[in-house]
Structure formats: structure tokens, C-alpha cells
């Protein structure tokens, strides 16, 4: 979150590790942040909307206190292991899901690799993985939206599954895949102004069949041809446009 006395909101004043941009949250910050997404939660479910999603991943403020490379805190927000870090997502969830009651979907974000490192292995193992997830279903999260750069990537050696299949394997909550969707190139790729042809999506209807997970995240597929689920429904493949960078400057 932007500060207009010229800062960022951040566990420990870091951007990165070893990175210091500026102080860490006080108590009461943090208590106000967790405050402002209750009341977002509640604005957005009042206003209509059926479910809200909570930004828990690449590098930002939730992620920051997730990983250990950006959260130093000696305080109850801060720890060696990471479902003590996750103590500030809990909070923030449980004060949703008071605002917003026990039967409005609520979704959180999370991804291994941040935009700063995108080498980053939070849980190195599924044991790591599952005591960090549970953390977060324990504390009401309903659907658990895994973010990888490439879907089809498997999350641990010795098993095919992704993130969102191993989330799913360890939680069994609902899990949403995501990561270059419908698309031979990647990204971060694409800010550097590759292009990126159609790809097959039958690795991902295998897997959807195979119920590793239950939702889908598409994002430059369709920013590119808001059209693009149709086409794809209707076998339509031919169709299919090429991803350019412009797209991610217009929503026509």
C-alpha cells in the first residue's frame, strides 16, 4: 500500500532481502491493514459481488509477511516458520470472513516464487506446504488460488501434481491452477515484448478430469481475445490469436 508520506507499507521495511526502503509496520499499522481488507470484503459483497479474492502472492504486503526474505519481525507476526508468518493472512481472513459471514466464498492468492526471486521455495516439501495451507483453511480461506509462471510445472520431484494439485491433495479445498494458460510463452516473457503463440490446453483438461484441481485462472488468453473461452468451448481453436504486449495496455 502506497503511503502519501512517501513509503510502502511493509513487514520489516524491506523490498527484498537485505533490501531496506524504509521501517517496518508498527502494531497499529498492521491492525489498520487488517482492518482495511475487512471492510474492502464488506464494501465488495455489499456492492454485489459473489465472492472476493485476497492478493496473497508475488512479492506483495501478505506475501512479504509470508517470506522470510522480507518479514524479520520479533513480534507476533513474525517467526522462523512460516505458519507463524502467516499469522497476519490468518488474521486478515478471519476479520473477512467475520465481515462478510460464513457463506460468502472467500479466496486467497498464494505463490511460491515472488517477483523479486522468482526462484523462491517457501515449502520446500509437501509436510512445509501443508502445515502453510492449512494455516490459511484453518483461518476460513474457501478456495486456495495457486500461481505458478507455468501450470503444467510439477510442484515436487517424484509427482506430476502442480501447485494447485498439491494443494488440493493436502487441504481438500477447493484449488485454482494459473500460469501460461493457453500460451507457448510465459509472463514475464511478455513484459520484455515476447509474443506468445496458442498452446494446447488438453494437459489441462486431463488434469481438470482428473479432479487435481477445480478452477482455472486465464489471464493474458484473455486479455488478448476476451472472446477466448467461447472459442475454446466450441472447438474453435483455429480462431485462437497470438499474444502481443499492446494487449496489456488496453481493455477493448
Not at 523490498?15 to 531496506?20: D, L, Q, V, W
Not at 499499522?29 to 482492518?35: G, H, K, L, M, T
Not at 506475501?63 to 513480534?75: A, L, M
Not at 481438470?208 to 481453436?237: M, S, T, Y
Request: hydrophobic content about 40%.
Amino acid at each position: 500500500e502506497w503511503k502519501p508520506e512517501g513509503g510502502y507499507d511493509s513487514p520489516s521495511g524491506l523490498s527484498s532481502p537485505g533490501k531496506k526502503f524504509g521501517e517496518g509496520m508498527s502494531e497499529e499499522a498492521v491492525a489498520d491493514a487488517i482492518d482495511a481488507f475487512a471492510r474492502a470484503a464488506a464494501d465488495a459483497k455489499r456492492l454485489g459481488f459473489e465472492t472476493v479474492e485476497l492478493h496473497g502472492a508475488h512479492g506483495y504486503l501478505i506475501d512479504q509477511f509470508f517470506w522470510d526474505g522480507t518479514n524479520e519481525r520479533e513480534d507476533a507476526y513474525g517467526s522462523k516458520d512460516l505458519p507463524g508468518r502467516a499469522r497476519f493472512a490468518g488474521d486478515i481472513l478471519r476479520a473477512v470472513r467475520k465481515a462478510v459471514g460464513p457463506d460468502y466464498p472467500v479466496i486467497i492468492r498464494i505463490s511460491q516464487w515472488k517477483q523479486q526471486d522468482f526462484t523462491v521455495k517457501m515449502a520446500p516439501t509437501p509436510k512445509a506446504l501443508e502445515a502453510w495451507l492449512t494455516a490459511l483453511t484453518d483461518a476460513g480461506a474457501d478456495i486456495l488460488h495457486c500461481s505458478q509462471r507455468r501450470f503444467w510445472e510439477p510442484e515436487f520431484e517424484g509427482s506430476d501434481l502442480n501447485f494447485a494439485g498439491w494443494a488440493k491433495k493436502l487441504t481438500g479445498v477447493p484449488t485454482i491452477t494459473v500460469g501460461s494458460v493457453g500460451l507457448s510463452g510465459e509472463f514475464v516473457a511478455a513484459y520484455a515484448g515476447e509474443a506468445s503463440q496458442p498452446a494446447s490446453i488438453d494437459d489441462l483438461l486431463r488434469r481438470l478430469e482428473r479432479e487435481e484441481f477445480d478452477l482455472v485462472a486465464v489471464g493474458r488468453a484473455l486479455l488478448q481475445d476476451p472472446n477466448w473461452a467461447v472459442k475454446i468451448h466450441q472447438g474453435r481453436n483455429d480462431e485462437l490469436m497470438s499474444f502481443e504486449r499492446a494487449a496489456m495496455a488496453s481493455l477493448s
